[in-house]
């Protein structure tokens, strides 16, 4: 028997399973890489306090992770919200430790109603120490903006100046999602020479919780099974828009994508790849 490639996500719980650990590990299990999960913090808001991010030690992450690589191992990683400076900083390295080939950042720092998921000092943390060990980052337009300086990002010519500009933080590849744009749904990869643009319909819905854990996720899956990173990229893109096609809700509050879409229902949706340089 050929065991699956393993797969270590490294991110928040989100208690509503649409988001975070919960959505890498649905899509972990739907594209057959063998899923583990390191909880940085437990999202989840306490109807007095209002508290919503409640993180865990540096001691509880090294044991996850510890008891995870000795266990089983791990052929590729996925970063998601790592909330502080402290857990940036233990993240990057246990990761460089242990010499993971496949390393996807996912730079969360503003949840899908705008909350904040990383704080200020953390930031630098990120860009100096994480993203350059990164063989690719996946941020959306606000993770972009960030990242650049507060630039604004309007247009796909904006995305694609702050691909080549990102890629100067060190990452091998980079991917700067343009979801929250009006139009199509276009995102842009650059490689360090080329940048090329991957564009799916826009769906009508609001139920998209969890779809850039769950795109990020994809990448890493397809990216440790051997696949180039515009492979990787495209392939992931169409798991994401059919589960996004597919998504839904229990109650009046923002529901998840799908996960199972594609599965269910058929191929993934299809995606147009253009080299735009």
Same mark, same amino acid.
């Given at each position: ?29 739907e594209l057959d890489v063998y899923g583990m999960s390191i909880i940085t913090a437990i999202v989840g808001r306490h109807p007095e306090t209002n508290q919503n991010v409640h993180l865990q030690s540096t001691e509880a992450i090294e044991a996850q992770f510890a008891t995870a690589i000795k266990q089983v191992g791990a052929d590729g990683v996925k970063t998601g919200m790592l909330f502080s400076k402290e857990v940036i900083e233990v993240v990057a390295s246990l990761i460089q430790e242990k010499e993971i080939k496949t390393i ?94 991957? *564009? #799916? ?6 139920? %998209?919780?969890?779809? @850039?854990? $769950? =795109?990020? /996720? !994809? ?22 828009? *059919? #589960? ?6 229990? %109650?009046?509050?923002? @529901?998840? $994508? =799908?996960? /199972? !879409? ?16």
């Amino acid at each position: 028997m050929e065991y699956p490639v393993r797969v270590m996500t490294i991110a928040g719980s989100a208690a509503g399973g649409s988001a975070g650990v919960q959505a890498d590990l649905k899509t972990f299990e739907e594209l057959d890489v063998y899923g583990m999960s390191i909880i940085t913090a437990i999202v989840g808001r306490h109807p007095e306090t209002n508290q919503n991010v409640h993180l865990q030690s540096t001691e509880a992450i090294e044991a996850q992770f510890a008891t995870a690589i000795k266990q089983v191992g791990a052929d590729g990683v996925k970063t998601g919200m790592l909330f502080s400076k402290e857990v940036i900083e233990v993240v990057a390295s246990l990761i460089q430790e242990k010499e993971i080939k496949t390393i996807v950042v996912d730079p969360v720092m503003i949840g899908k109603m705008n909350s904040k998921l990383l704080k200020d000092d953390a930031i630098e943390a990120l860009i100096h120490q994480l993203i350059p060990m990164a063989t690719i980052i996946t941020p959306n337009v606000p993770e972009a903006s960030i990242l650049l300086g507060d630039r604004e990002l309007h247009t796909v010519e904006d995305l694609k100046q702050a691909a080549v500009d990102l890629h100067k933080l060190g990452a091998k590849n980079v991917l700067v999602k343009g979801g929250r744009l009006e139009g199509p749904a276009v995102d842009v990869l650059f490689d360090g020479t080329t940048l090329t643009a991957f *564009t #799916a319909p826009r769906i009508d819905t609001v139920n %998209t919780s969890g779809a @850039g854990c $769950t =795109y990020s /996720a !994809a990448i890493t899956a397809y990216l440790t099974k051997g696949k180039t990173v515009a492979e990787a990229v495209g392939l992931a893109k169409g798991f994401v828009t *059919t #589960a996004i096609e597919y998504g839904f809700s229990y %109650t009046d509050i923002v @529901g998840p $994508t =799908y996960h /199972a !879409a594609t599965r269910k229902f058929g191929e993934a949706h299809p995606i147009k790849i253009e080299i735009v340089t």
